[in-house]
């Protein structure tokens, strides 16, 4: 059972940036692929961006390409979610979640594990 922790959200204005971690329990965190979701109110859990087991592969959103970067360290069995350029449309709880897979994963239903999620408010 993997059980992961995100921190790193809050209330900014819009330009602002932040930074999400997921931190995992498991000591086998680098065999999994790790993504992030969001889910605003009212609307489904969105795929944000996710990256490979030894990050050498990443993908995004096209609504998030060139301001989010996703990154790991295995070492410290954390991923983390550089966000830039933040807009109010970025509103939205950020989850973190672990796919038992080799490669990037995009669809939600093929996520085994997620965290608590992480709030993240932009104002205009």
């Known amino acids: 059972q993997v059980q992961l922790v995100e921190t790193g959200g809050g209330l900014v204005q819009a330009g602002d940036s932040l930074r999400l971690s997921c931190a995992a329990s498991?000591?086998?965190?680098?065999?999994?692929?790790m993504g992030w979701f969001r889910q605003a109110p009212g609307k489904e859990r969105e795929f944000v961006a996710g990256?490979?087991?030894?990050?050498?592969?990443?993908y995004y959103a096209d609504s998030v390409k060139g301001r989010f970067t996703i990154s790991r360290d295995n070492a410290k069995n954390t991923v983390y979610l550089q966000m830039n350029g933040l807009k109010p449309e970025d509103t939205a709880v950020y989850y973190c979640?672990?796919?038992?897979?080799?490669?990037?994963?995009?669809?939600?239903?093929?996520?085994?594990?997620w965290g608590q999620g992480t709030q993240v408010t932009v104002s205009s």
């Open positions: 498991e000591r086998t965190f680098s065999t999994y692929a």
């Open positions: 990256i490979s087991v030894n990050g050498g592969s990443r």
């Open positions: 979640a672990a796919a038992r897979s080799n490669t990037i994963v995009i669809r939600t239903t093929s996520y085994d594990y």
